[in-house]
């Protein structure tokens, strides 16, 4: 805090000469040895302890919003360090953080699992530094082999193994955490129940994709993601979601697995998927209360399943005889039927329902019957911090005449232009060039990672500015899967993304992720920091979070403005990115910004127990 200024000088006193003179010189020099001492802590380290709150670490941006005035990064200046977080933050998610919920005195309805929804800090609440990884955190096992096995110091939490013991979710062997592939409802194993699931909707040789119809499956309450792990293997992808509940870090242990999964909740929000985005749902044993609040959380299902989508039930409620359980089948056989849905099939333990293809029966229901049918103004893509409705969203008429989505079967549909493109008014033709254009990116990329990258590097991917998912389909061929971010001011696209038959999600960069720390082996970012910077968002604060999602030995694929590379390159030995990197002039496309750009490539360090000290 600087000292308050001395008082005006008495005509008496002449220059630095006198006593008052002398007063004045020691003043100066203690003020310039406490702004040299703060400038020093400020640029190495944590002198102030490892959690060090503040909203900008650095208050530096290439030209900053008017809000908060920059101060301009020195031309020679590399920042050798950035404060590390203390050990007990290792798993932090910021807005995911029920300790920040007490901190802020937050009233939140327990009920209505409003707790389990994002909640992030404010800026003076914000931990602006570097996750660090847990005691002995070893390079994660590589996929395949990592759906059946993970090291045990990664992610060191055995509660789940004893407390599902019974249903082979996992078990602790040494150092390392199996997975048999069992669930709650199916303790034989996930691949089994998968094949069972088909015949019960009499599909061509026990294939659950149904020759390739069905692609999309949404997995609520997906414990551990075996379901979604063995999906795979039937070209169908899963996107597994689970809150950060009792059951210790279930989804944790799904993405270190390398199986797609997202940390979210059935809430007071709706999901941040548009609508008609899956063929499937799946509620294995998934502990929801179908039936509150007039069934909104079943109809936030309707909402993202397509026409002729299946929800898949396995719970007692659809098999026990019992007076509690045929009262709770009963009243939820009820509300499946109002809202048009029939059942498929049922079978031991298992009922099958399917939505309608048309609008035909929602044309038969009653003014005042419950649900209702949602009004005119309610836009059903809409995801983003939408409060749900308990009412049934009707087709378009397009749908309606069609009788269906009029998507192809994948793998064509990927490259296909979707139908809904000309809901956000792109041509089909803009579609094709993206997709070419995407692969030449991806191209050059591997070609500038050729030396340093193996065939198993990357596993979990994630674009966090995926426009259409020309990145992701370019990847079609490597073994890996990409969560496609969508920024939440251009939520539309990722109805083509879900289209496609790929998986993604809307975000606000300005906020953090909902993921745990070192869930992802590569990040691409495309014109990020330029939006970021845009919105009068923290440039650091986006890096860091980067880190805190990115695996030690992780990749970055940043592409952007010159300026802005310029300025990630001075925070690279700071942030730990200087395994090795590259960078390149990419060649000028439809998709260049105007700007030159540049594309810069980075690895991120594998700590040591040096690099975990506070420097």
Request: hydrophobic share 40%.
């Amino acid at each position: 805090m600087k000292p308050p200024p001395p008082s005006p000088p008495r005509q008496s006193n002449r220059g630095w000469g006198g006593a008052l003179g002398r007063h004045r010189a020691f003043a100066c020099v203690l003020v310039a040895a406490v702004v040299a001492i703060a400038l020093l802590c400020l640029f190495h380290g944590a002198a102030f302890g490892p959690t060090l709150r503040r909203r900008h670490p650095l208050r530096v941006r290439l030209r900053g919003s008017q809000a908060h005035a920059p101060v301009p990064v020195p031309n020679g200046l590399v920042l050798s360090s950035l404060p590390v977080c203390d050990a007990m933050h290792s798993e932090l998610i910021p807005c995911l953080d029920r300790g920040l919920h007490h901190q802020l005195r937050l009233r939140l309805n327990l009920s209505l699992m409003e707790h389990y929804e994002r909640h992030c800090p404010p800026a003076d609440r914000r931990l602006n530094c570097l996750t660090p990884p847990p005691a002995g955190y070893m390079v994660p096992i590589r996929w395949p082999r990592s759906r059946d096995e993970v090291w045990k110091a990664n992610i060191p939490h055995t509660h789940l193994a004893s407390e599902k013991s019974d249903q082979r979710w996992m078990v602790v062997n040494g150092n390392k955490i199996n997975f048999p592939g069992g669930g709650t409802h199916f303790h034989t194993g996930a691949d089994k129940y998968i094949v069972h699931l088909a015949q019960m909707l009499d599909f061509p040789n026990g294939k659950l994709n149904n020759q390739g119809n069905i692609r999309n499956v949404l997995d609520v309450g997906c414990g551990v993601a075996s379901f979604g792990a063995y999906l795979l293997s039937h070209d169908i992808i899963a996107m597994s979601v689970a809150p950060n509940d009792v059951h210790e870090n279930q989804i944790q242990f799904a993405l270190e697995r390398g199986i797609p999964s997202t940390l979210g909740v059935l809430g007071t929000r709706r999901l941040p998927y548009p609508s008609r985005s899956f063929e499937m749902a799946h509620c294995s044993r998934c502990r929801i209360d179908w039936l509150q609040r007039d069934g909104i959380l079943l109809l936030e299902v309707d909402r993202v399943l397509r026409p002729g989508g299946y929800f898949v039930y396995s719970s007692p409620e659809a098999y026990a005889s019992d007076p509690a359980n045929r009262k709770i089948w009963k009243q939820m056989s009820s509300l499946a039927r109002r809202m048009c849905w029939r059942i498929a099939s049922r079978k031991d333990q298992t009922v099958i329902w399917v939505k309608p293809l048309t609008n035909w029966c929602y044309m038969k229901i009653q003014p005042g019957a419950l649900p209702p049918m949602c009004g005119h103004d309610d836009d059903p893509d809409a995801a983003w911090n939408v409060l749900m409705k308990a009412c049934i969203t009707p087709y378009s008429k397009r749908v309606n005449k069609v009788k269906g989505s009029e998507l192809l079967p994948w793998p064509h549909r990927l490259t296909a232009p979707p139908p809904r493109l000309e809901e956000i008014g792109i041509s089909s033709k803009n579609f094709s060039d993206d997709n070419e254009i995407w692969h030449s990116r991806v191209a050059q990329y591997w070609k500038l990672m050729k030396s340093e990258i193996r065939k198993d590097s990357f596993r979990n991917v994630m674009d966090m500015n995926a426009n259409l998912g020309g990145f992701a389909a370019s990847l079609r061929t490597k073994d890996v899967w990409v969560m496609n971010v969508v920024p939440f001011m251009e939520s539309g696209k990722l109805k083509i993304i879900y289209d496609r038959g790929l998986i993604g999600t809307i975000h606000n960069w300005c906020e953090s992720f909902s993921t745990y720390p070192r869930t992802y082996d590569l990040l691409h970012a495309w014109l990020l920091f330029s939006e970021m910077e845009n919105q009068g968002c923290s440039l650091e604060d986006l890096l860091i979070e980067m880190d805190r999602v990115m695996r030690p030995h992780g990749y970055a694929i940043i592409r952007d403005k010159i300026a802005v590379i310029n300025y990630i390159k001075k925070l690279l030995p700071a942030l730990r990115w200087d395994d090795w990197s590259s960078e390149m002039k990419p060649k000028e496309d439809a998709l260049s910004s105007g700007d030159e750009e540049s594309v810069l490539i980075v690895r991120k360090k594998l700590w040591d127990d040096e690099a975990l000290q506070v420097s």
